[in-house]
């Protein structure tokens, strides 16, 4: 029998099983659930909704071809991305996931990107933000705002790397089957380019993606609170089932067999068994697994520790996984090279831990002045849209920056080539 015929046997005996488990242990099962309600309602909805309406409101006004255009000499060399990538990485990056996997669907949507430059963005995009990785792993599990600075190294230097090796994926000569925020833009040759400056092209390319769109502002409001409302409903339903899936495994016992399966492994490749259960835990949520990491036996080493939350971090969870499945399922784009490139990040992202542990740490200690972070609630959620708002700016004026810096110098290597010195 294939693969694919005993997929809906296994799916069946799946759910089968976990119906059984939630009659069996019921107390259990409902505590999970409200747990993981929970985590939805005080954390992830009012940090995650805003973002949702605001990223849409700034396609439909054309500001992601404006940013587009003033970054397409900087991700089309590095990335083999349309510069509106540029938006998406920095969107991903201050806000989390599923920011990144949402913008790429919606590039997608506007033929902006192909498959294969949807496929390398969404596998890059997708990250912790830095408000939960400074404020609940490094302060909240961790104890020290300290750690921040290597697991923010390794996570977002290990998010580059990705972006770099995505460049590899697909057809070399890929083209576009529609237009991008720069290919809407009016088509500007090299010579062409001193003449009609990037700013205006850029602010053209807006113009025209505003005119395209043709909704008015209640309208494209409106629109934006309904699909955004309908992607936090999918994500808070996902991270319920999570929560509860996993509770169940644990009161059925299952946990210690994979407990014991990663011990042999983490054995093998010189890391403290007792790391075992972060990491499944890990595999299926963020917050769990970083919590466990950050409170393991003190017998394990804190590198360790770091490494392994920085693992989870990269990994994003099974929960995350389904979210951006969920997402993608409405275009063409493959999980697969997502899933790929997400295990590559986790695992680069716990080399790179303990390469550069010893030039940015030292001899750390551990402070005992902080103490853990209490339970992230509505109110700081909410003031933690300010700091990713702030993020987001100095990220995209850096981003544009570095791209102008990079254009200018490309132009003056090619002219330098026109006309050699004689």
């Given at each position: 029998?294939?693969?694919?015929?005993l997929g809906l046997p296994l799916m069946m005996a799946?759910?089968?099983?976990?119906?059984?488990?939630?009659?069996?242990?019921p107390g259990a099962y409902l505590e999970s659930a409200?747990?993981?309600?929970?985590?939805?309602?005080?954390?992830?909805?009012?940090?995650?909704?805003?973002?949702?309406?605001?990223?849409?409101?700034?396609?439909?006004?054309?500001?992601?071809?404006?940013?587009?255009?003033?970054?397409?000499?900087?991700?089309?060399?590095?990335?083999?991305?349309?510069?509106?990538?540029?938006?998406?990485?920095?969107?991903?990056?201050?806000?989390?996931?599923?920011?990144?996997?949402?913008?790429?669907?919606?590039?997608?949507?506007?033929?902006?990107?192909?498959?294969?430059?949807?496929?390398?963005?969404?596998?890059?995009?997708?990250?912790?933000?830095?408000?939960?990785?400074?404020?609940?792993?490094?302060?909240?599990?961790?104890?020290?705002?300290?750690?921040?600075?290597?697991?923010?190294?390794?996570?977002?230097?290990?998010?580059?790397?990705?972006?770099?090796?995505?460049?590899?994926?697909?057809?070399?000569?890929?083209?576009?089957?529609?237009?991008?925020?720069?290919?809407?833009?009016?088509?500007?040759?090299?010579?062409?380019?001193?003449?009609?400056?990037?700013?205006?092209?850029?602010?053209?390319?807006?113009?025209?993606?505003?005119?395209?769109?043709?909704?008015?502002?209640?309208?494209?409001?409106?629109?934006?609170?309904?699909?955004?409302?309908?992607?936090?409903?999918?994500?808070?339903?996902?991270?319920?089932?999570?929560?509860?899936?996993?509770?169940?495994?644990?009161?059925?016992?299952?946990?210690?067999?994979?407990?014991?399966?990663?011990?042999?492994?983490?054995?093998?490749?010189?890391?403290?068994?007792?790391?075992?259960?972060?990491?499944?835990?890990?595999?299926?949520?963020?917050?769990?697994?970083?919590?466990?990491?950050?409170?393991?036996?003190?017998?394990?080493?804190?590198?360790?520790?770091?490494?392994?939350?920085?693992?989870?971090?990269?990994?994003?969870?099974?929960?995350?996984?389904?979210?951006?499945?969920?997402?993608?399922?409405?275009?063409?784009?493959?999980?697969?090279?997502?899933?790929?490139?997400?295990?590559?990040?986790?695992?680069?992202?716990?080399?790179?831990?303990?390469?550069?542990?010893?030039?940015?740490?030292?001899?750390?200690?551990?402070?005992?002045?902080?103490?853990?972070?209490?339970?992230?609630?509505?109110?700081?959620?909410?003031?933690?849209?300010?700091?990713?708002?702030?993020?987001?700016?100095?990220?995209?004026?850096?981003?544009?920056?570095?791209?102008?810096?990079?254009?200018?110098?490309?132009?003056?290597?090619?002219?330098?080539?026109?006309?050699?010195?004689?």
């Open positions: 029998m294939s693969v694919k015929k799946s759910l089968v099983s976990l119906l059984l488990l939630m009659l069996f242990f409200l747990r993981g309600l929970a985590i939805w309602w005080d954390v992830l909805f009012p940090s995650l909704f805003p973002f949702f309406i605001i990223s849409e409101m700034m396609l439909g006004f054309g500001i992601v071809h404006l940013f587009g255009t003033l970054m397409d000499p900087l991700m089309k060399p590095l990335f083999r991305i349309p510069g509106s990538g540029g938006f998406v990485a920095a969107m991903g990056y201050v806000s989390g996931y599923p920011i990144g996997a949402k913008l790429t669907a919606k590039l997608w949507e506007q033929n902006m990107v192909t498959r294969d430059e949807g496929e390398r963005l969404v596998a890059f995009t997708t990250s912790s933000d830095p408000i939960f990785l400074i404020g609940a792993v490094s302060v909240g599990f961790f104890h020290d705002p300290k750690i921040a600075v290597i697991l923010a190294a390794a996570h977002y230097g290990g998010g580059f790397l990705i972006g770099l090796l995505m460049r590899f994926h697909g057809k070399q000569s890929a083209t576009p089957d529609g237009s991008n925020a720069s290919r809407m833009a009016p088509k500007a040759t090299a010579e062409a380019a001193v003449k009609d400056r990037r700013v205006q092209r850029a602010f053209a390319a807006m113009h025209q993606a505003r005119m395209q769109d043709g909704r008015g502002m209640g309208e494209m409001l409106r629109q934006a609170v309904e699909s955004s409302l309908k992607l936090i409903i999918v994500v808070g339903g996902l991270v319920v089932f999570f929560s509860v899936f996993l509770e169940l495994l644990t009161q059925a016992g299952v946990m210690r067999i994979l407990y014991f399966i990663l011990d042999q492994m983490l054995t093998a490749v010189g890391f403290p068994p007792s790391l075992s259960e972060a990491l499944v835990g890990g595999l299926f949520e963020v917050t769990l697994g970083a919590r466990s990491a950050g409170e393991a036996a003190s017998s394990v080493p804190l590198p360790y520790k770091a490494a392994a939350a920085a693992f989870i971090l990269s990994w994003g969870g099974l929960s995350v996984h389904a979210q951006i499945a969920s997402i993608l399922h409405a275009t063409n784009l493959r999980y697969l090279p997502f899933m790929i490139a997400r295990l590559i990040h986790a695992i680069l992202a716990s080399v790179l831990v303990m390469l550069l542990w010893n030039p940015l740490m030292g001899s750390f200690m551990p402070s005992p002045v902080f103490s853990p972070l209490p339970e992230m609630g509505i109110a700081s959620a909410a003031g933690g849209i300010t700091d990713r708002i702030a993020f987001f700016c100095i990220l995209i004026v850096f981003m544009i920056v570095a791209s102008s810096v990079w254009s200018l110098i490309r132009t003056l290597w090619r002219a330098g080539k026109r006309n050699p010195a004689k």
